[in-house]
C-alpha cells in the first residue's frame, strides 16, 4: 500500500492529470526517469548559456568609452534628470558630468547613486537656473555623448 501511494504521488507531480494516477507502476517510473533526464539537459543547457552570458560580461568589461558608460537624459518641465551607469572603476565619470550640467545653467539639486556589481548606477536630478528659460536637454545630451565617448 505504501509502495502504491508514493507512485501515486510521483505520478501526480509528473503530469498532474487525473489519468496519471491510473498508469503502471512501470509507466510511472518510466516517466519519472524520462522527466528526470529532460530536467539535467535543462540544467546543463542552462549553466552552458550562464558561461556564455558571463564571458560576455567579462569582454564588454574589458572595453572602454561609451561601452563602458551608458546614460539617459529625461527632460521634466524646467528640470532635467540624468541617468548615468558606469565601472566602478571610472572615478572621474561623475565630477565631469556634474560640470557639464553647471556648465549648461542646470545646477545639481539632487544625486542618488547605488552600486551593483561592478557597475555604479547615479541618478542626478537638476533644475534650470531660470525657469522661463529652461534647459536644452539636447545639447546637454550630446555633450555627454561625447564625455562619455572617450578620449
Known amino acids: 500500500m505504501f509502495t502504491k501511494d508514493l507512485l501515486s504521488k510521483l505520478a501526480s ?18 516517466q519519472a526517469t524520462a522527466h528526470v533526464k529532460q530536467l539535467e539537459q535543462r540544467v546543463e543547457m542552462l549553466k ?9 560580461t567579462d569582454e564588454t568589461a574589458g572595453m572602454r568609452g561609451s561601452m563602458s558608460t551608458v546614460f539617459t537624459v529625461t527632460e521634466l518641465d524646467s528640470a532635467i534628470e540624468v541617468c548615468l ?5 571610472d572615478k ?4 565631469r558630468v556634474l560640470d557639464v ?8 539639486v539632487a544625486v542618488s547613486y547605488s ?8 541618478i542626478i536630478n537638476s533644475q534650470a ?3 522661463r528659460i529652461g534647459i536644452d536637454s539636447s ?7 561625447r564625455l562619455t565617448a572617450g578620449p
Open 13 to 30: 507531480l509528473i503530469n498532474p492529470t487525473p489519468q496519471a494516477t491510473k498508469w503502471k507502476s512501470l509507466d510511472v517510473l518510466d
Open 48 to 56: 552552458k548559456r550562464k558561461q556564455q552570458l558571463e564571458g560576455s
Open 85 to 89: 551607469i558606469s565601472r566602478s572603476n
Open 92 to 95: 572621474f565619470i561623475l565630477t
Open 101 to 108: 550640467l553647471e556648465e549648461e545653467a542646470a545646477p545639481v
Open 115 to 122: 552600486r551593483v556589481g561592478d557597475k555604479i548606477h547615479y
Open 129 to 131: 537656473v531660470c525657469s
Open 139 to 145: 545639447r546637454v545630451h550630446e555633450r555627454l555623448k
